[in-house]
């Protein structure tokens, strides 16, 4: 699969728009971008997916680029429960999630 | 939503002990469950990879007579610890999905942290 690049930290204030980036350079015509996110002592929680398209869902929304080699993963209003490590994967239909060290977003007051 | 539950949450025993660790799927059939390992500060490690009743795939350095795994159902799979030792002491997590619709995410379970004393 192909490896994703993303930020260590990003700081975000609460209710503000958190803007999650993440490169995936050499990603293929078949593989999706997922993303995940971890709360600490937690197991991952799914956020949401998507192939080329635009997402949305009641978490958040997914803008992928027209040449498909970044996207960003946009929280509309952070809350303090947001803060975790949040993982973008890419990942063929039928592949292994693999994980990387995601971006540690931490919002505050 | 999709709930893939973990039990136990958490477990301390003894060096030389053997440690089961349980996943079920609640509401989907998991036809595939994948086992992971997380130690502290580091990301999420692929372990293992079971396909329901047949042999899990295990990945590199990972030691299949170690770590064993059961498959037997669409709704659980069990991961046991044989012989644990304080350097298994880990954050265990499984993952289930099910592999015959494609459009469908993988789901966690909320891991279970297992101290060997």
């Known amino acids: 699969d192909a490896k994703t690049t993303q930020p260590p930290s990003m700081d975000c204030a609460e209710g503000r728009a958190a803007n999650l980036p993440c490169n995936h350079s050499?990603?293929?015509?078949?593989?999706?971008v997922y993303w995940y996110r971890q709360i600490h002592s937690q197991g991952p929680q799914y956020i949401i997916h998507?192939?080329?398209n635009n997402e949305t869902n009641e978490m958040a929304s997914l803008i992928i680029t027209e040449d498909r080699k970044s996207s960003t993963l946009i929280l509309p209003h952070a809350t303090l429960r947001d803060t975790a490590v949040y993982y973008c994967?890419?990942?063929?239909?039928?592949?292994?999630?693999?994980f990387g060290t995601g971006t540690r977003l931490q919002v505050t007051l | 939503g999709a709930v893939v539950s973990q039990h136990p949450s958490w477990v301390i025993c003894k060096s030389g002990t053997s440690v089961k660790i349980e996943c079920r799927s609640l509401d989907f059939q998991a036809t595939t469950m994948f086992w992971y390992r997380q130690f502290p500060k580091q990301s999420l490690m692929l372990m293992a990879t079971?396909?329901?009743?047949?042999?899990?795939?295990?990945e590199q350095g990972v030691e299949k007579d170690k770590f064993l795994i059961n498959h037997a159902s669409l709704t659980l799979s069990t991961l046991t610890v044989t012989s644990a030792h304080p350097e298994d002491s880990s954050f265990y997590i499984c993952?289930?999905?099910?592999?015959?619709?494609?459009?469908?995410?993988?789901?966690f379970g909320d891991g279970t942290r297992l101290s060997i004393l």
């Open positions: 050499t990603i293929s015509g078949n593989e999706y």
């Open positions: 079971s396909n329901e009743g047949s042999k899990a795939t295990y």
């Open positions: 998507g192939l080329k």
């Open positions: 993952s289930a999905r099910d592999m015959t619709d494609s459009n469908q995410p993988q789901h």
């Open positions: 994967i890419v990942r063929v239909p039928w592949g292994k999630l693999t």
